[in-house]
Protein backbone atom coordinates (compact mmCIF):
# COMPACT_ATOMS: atom_id res chain seq x y z
CA UNK A 1 0.00 0.00 0.00
CA UNK A 2 1.56 3.49 -0.94
CA UNK A 3 1.29 6.55 2.24
CA UNK A 4 -0.02 9.63 1.23
CA UNK A 5 2.00 12.51 2.72
CA UNK A 6 0.64 14.42 5.36
CA UNK A 7 -1.20 17.66 4.12
CA UNK A 8 -4.35 19.52 4.02
CA UNK A 9 -7.76 18.68 2.83
CA UNK A 10 -9.68 20.73 0.32
CA UNK A 11 -11.77 21.64 3.19
CA UNK A 12 -9.57 22.60 5.72
CA UNK A 13 -7.94 25.01 3.10
CA UNK A 14 -11.14 26.70 2.46
CA UNK A 15 -11.28 27.13 6.07
CA UNK A 16 -8.05 28.97 6.18
CA UNK A 17 -8.50 31.33 3.29
CA UNK A 18 -12.11 32.64 4.92
CA UNK A 19 -10.68 33.13 8.35
CA UNK A 20 -8.05 34.92 6.16
CA UNK A 21 -10.76 37.03 4.46
CA UNK A 22 -12.71 37.76 7.39
CA UNK A 23 -9.74 39.06 9.40
CA UNK A 24 -8.10 41.04 6.58
CA UNK A 25 -11.61 42.56 6.10
CA UNK A 26 -11.87 43.53 10.19
CA UNK A 27 -8.09 44.96 9.77
CA UNK A 28 -9.26 47.08 6.85
CA UNK A 29 -12.43 48.33 8.55
CA UNK A 30 -10.34 49.09 11.92
CA UNK A 31 -7.63 50.76 9.78
CA UNK A 32 -10.43 52.70 7.65
CA UNK A 33 -11.98 53.81 11.15
CA UNK A 34 -8.56 54.99 12.30
CA UNK A 35 -8.09 57.08 9.58
CA UNK A 36 -11.16 58.75 9.85
CA UNK A 37 -11.09 59.46 13.22
CA UNK A 38 -7.29 60.99 12.50
CA UNK A 39 -8.62 63.50 10.17
CA UNK A 40 -11.21 64.65 12.51
CA UNK A 41 -8.82 65.49 14.82
CA UNK A 42 -6.23 66.87 12.44
CA UNK A 43 -9.38 69.01 11.54
CA UNK A 44 -10.47 70.15 15.21
CA UNK A 45 -7.15 71.10 15.86
CA UNK A 46 -6.65 72.58 12.63
CA UNK A 47 -9.36 74.59 13.65
CA UNK A 48 -8.87 75.64 17.20
CA UNK A 49 -5.47 77.15 15.60
CA UNK A 50 -7.19 79.24 13.79
CA UNK A 51 -9.95 80.50 16.04
CA UNK A 52 -7.01 81.05 18.19
CA UNK A 53 -5.45 83.41 15.66
CA UNK A 54 -8.95 84.74 15.01
CA UNK A 55 -9.58 85.76 18.29
CA UNK A 56 -6.35 87.05 19.28
CA UNK A 57 -6.29 89.08 16.10
CA UNK A 58 -10.13 90.40 16.94
CA UNK A 59 -9.07 91.11 20.53
CA UNK A 60 -6.14 92.78 19.77
CA UNK A 61 -7.52 95.41 17.43
CA UNK A 62 -10.46 96.15 20.01
CA UNK A 63 -8.01 95.97 23.54
CA UNK A 64 -6.31 98.48 21.24
CA UNK A 65 -9.04 101.03 19.80
CA UNK A 66 -8.75 105.10 20.80
CA UNK A 67 -11.54 107.17 20.54
CA UNK A 68 -11.03 109.77 17.68
CA UNK A 69 -11.16 113.52 18.00
CA UNK A 70 -14.59 114.88 16.49
CA UNK A 71 -13.18 116.29 13.30
CA UNK A 72 -11.76 113.40 12.49
CA UNK A 73 -15.16 111.77 10.91
CA UNK A 74 -13.57 109.28 8.71
CA UNK A 75 -11.96 107.75 12.00
CA UNK A 76 -14.61 108.17 14.74
CA UNK A 77 -15.70 104.44 15.50
CA UNK A 78 -18.90 103.21 14.41
CA UNK A 79 -21.08 100.03 14.96
CA UNK A 80 -24.14 98.01 13.58
CA UNK A 81 -24.86 94.52 14.16
CA UNK A 82 -23.30 93.82 10.59
CA UNK A 83 -19.54 95.22 11.52
CA UNK A 84 -17.59 98.31 13.25
CA UNK A 85 -15.30 100.63 12.15
CA UNK A 86 -12.54 103.13 14.38
CA UNK A 87 -9.24 103.74 15.14
CA UNK A 88 -6.71 101.33 16.52
CA UNK A 89 -3.19 100.86 18.15
CA UNK A 90 -2.57 97.33 17.14
CA UNK A 91 -3.30 96.93 13.64
CA UNK A 92 -2.14 93.69 11.89
CA UNK A 93 0.15 95.41 9.07
CA UNK A 94 1.38 98.46 10.83
CA UNK A 95 3.66 98.99 13.45
CA UNK A 96 2.21 98.64 17.22
CA UNK A 97 1.05 101.97 18.68
CA UNK A 98 0.39 103.81 15.52
CA UNK A 99 -3.01 104.79 15.34
CA UNK A 100 -4.66 103.19 11.61
CA UNK A 101 -8.43 102.88 10.44
CA UNK A 102 -9.33 99.40 10.85
CA UNK A 103 -13.18 97.48 9.87
CA UNK A 104 -14.66 94.47 10.81
CA UNK A 105 -17.75 93.02 8.99
CA UNK A 106 -19.56 90.43 8.64
CA UNK A 107 -21.40 89.36 5.00
CA UNK A 108 -23.83 86.41 4.05
CA UNK A 109 -23.37 84.80 1.02
CA UNK A 110 -26.08 82.02 0.61
CA UNK A 111 -26.26 80.20 4.07
CA UNK A 112 -22.38 80.78 4.47
CA UNK A 113 -21.49 84.01 6.52
CA UNK A 114 -18.12 85.63 6.23
CA UNK A 115 -16.00 87.85 8.05
CA UNK A 116 -13.59 90.24 6.98
CA UNK A 117 -10.79 92.58 8.48
CA UNK A 118 -9.60 95.70 6.70
CA UNK A 119 -7.43 98.41 7.51
CA UNK A 120 -6.96 101.83 6.25
CA UNK A 121 -7.67 101.88 2.44
CA UNK A 122 -5.81 98.58 2.06
CA UNK A 123 -7.71 95.21 0.36
CA UNK A 124 -10.34 93.46 2.70
CA UNK A 125 -8.69 89.90 3.87
CA UNK A 126 -11.56 87.47 4.59
CA UNK A 127 -10.65 86.33 8.05
CA UNK A 128 -12.91 82.93 8.51
CA UNK A 129 -15.90 81.59 6.69
CA UNK A 130 -18.69 79.28 8.28
CA UNK A 131 -22.08 77.79 7.85
CA UNK A 132 -24.58 79.91 10.72
CA UNK A 133 -28.19 81.51 10.33
CA UNK A 134 -27.12 84.48 12.30
CA UNK A 135 -23.56 86.45 13.44
CA UNK A 136 -23.56 90.07 15.03
CA UNK A 137 -21.50 92.24 16.80
CA UNK A 138 -23.14 93.98 19.87
CA UNK A 139 -21.18 96.76 21.83
CA UNK A 140 -21.59 97.21 25.77
CA UNK A 141 -21.68 100.24 28.09
CA UNK A 142 -21.97 99.93 31.92
CA UNK A 143 -25.07 102.53 31.74
CA UNK A 144 -27.10 100.68 28.59
CA UNK A 145 -25.91 97.69 28.97
CA UNK A 146 -25.40 96.20 25.29
CA UNK A 147 -26.79 97.32 22.06
CA UNK A 148 -26.85 96.75 18.01
CA UNK A 149 -25.16 100.02 17.00
CA UNK A 150 -23.03 102.60 18.62
CA UNK A 151 -23.21 105.49 19.29
CA UNK A 152 -26.86 104.54 20.64
CA UNK A 153 -29.62 106.90 19.16
CA UNK A 154 -30.92 109.44 21.08
CA UNK A 155 -28.05 108.67 24.26
CA UNK A 156 -24.85 110.85 25.32
CA UNK A 157 -21.97 108.31 25.62
CA UNK A 158 -18.48 107.83 25.31
CA UNK A 159 -16.76 107.80 21.77
CA UNK A 160 -16.36 104.30 22.31
CA UNK A 161 -18.08 101.17 23.96
CA UNK A 162 -16.69 99.13 26.76
CA UNK A 163 -16.44 96.12 25.07
CA UNK A 164 -17.02 94.73 21.56
CA UNK A 165 -18.86 91.01 20.91
CA UNK A 166 -19.13 88.75 18.24
CA UNK A 167 -21.99 86.37 18.26
CA UNK A 168 -22.42 82.99 16.32
CA UNK A 169 -23.03 79.37 16.14
CA UNK A 170 -20.47 77.05 14.70
CA UNK A 171 -21.10 73.68 14.68
CA UNK A 172 -24.59 73.93 16.64
CA UNK A 173 -22.31 75.44 19.25
CA UNK A 174 -22.87 78.90 20.67
CA UNK A 175 -19.57 80.93 19.76
CA UNK A 176 -18.81 84.08 21.35
CA UNK A 177 -15.99 86.58 21.05
CA UNK A 178 -15.79 89.65 23.98
CA UNK A 179 -13.32 91.97 23.95
CA UNK A 180 -12.73 94.99 26.39
CA UNK A 181 -11.55 98.67 24.90
CA UNK A 182 -8.55 98.98 27.47
CA UNK A 183 -7.83 102.61 26.55
CA UNK A 184 -9.61 105.68 27.64
CA UNK A 185 -13.25 105.45 26.31
CA UNK A 186 -13.02 109.47 26.33
CA UNK A 187 -11.19 111.81 23.94
CA UNK A 188 -8.37 113.92 25.81
CA UNK A 189 -8.43 117.33 25.58
CA UNK A 190 -5.88 118.73 23.18
CA UNK A 191 -4.60 115.35 21.71
CA UNK A 192 -4.79 114.60 18.36
CA UNK A 193 -4.16 110.73 17.88
CA UNK A 194 -2.96 111.70 13.80
CA UNK A 195 -1.04 114.64 14.74
CA UNK A 196 1.71 114.69 12.69
CA UNK A 197 1.09 111.40 10.50
Sequence with gaps: ????GAGFTLLETLVALVITALTTVLLMQGLSQALMLRERVLEHT???REDSLRRS???DTVNALV????RNE???FAGDSDGFRGLT???LQEFPGVPVPVEWSIEREADILHLYYQQSDQNRQRIWSWRADEASFSYFDPDLGWSS????????VPPLPQAIALTTEWRDR?????????GSRTVREGLDPLEGL
Design 74 to 76: RHR
Design 46 to 48: QFQ
Design 67 to 70: ADLP
Design 174 to 182: SVTWVAAVL
Design 57 to 59: WFN
Design 89 to 91: LAA
Design 1 to 4: MRKF
Design 149 to 156: GWPPAGTA
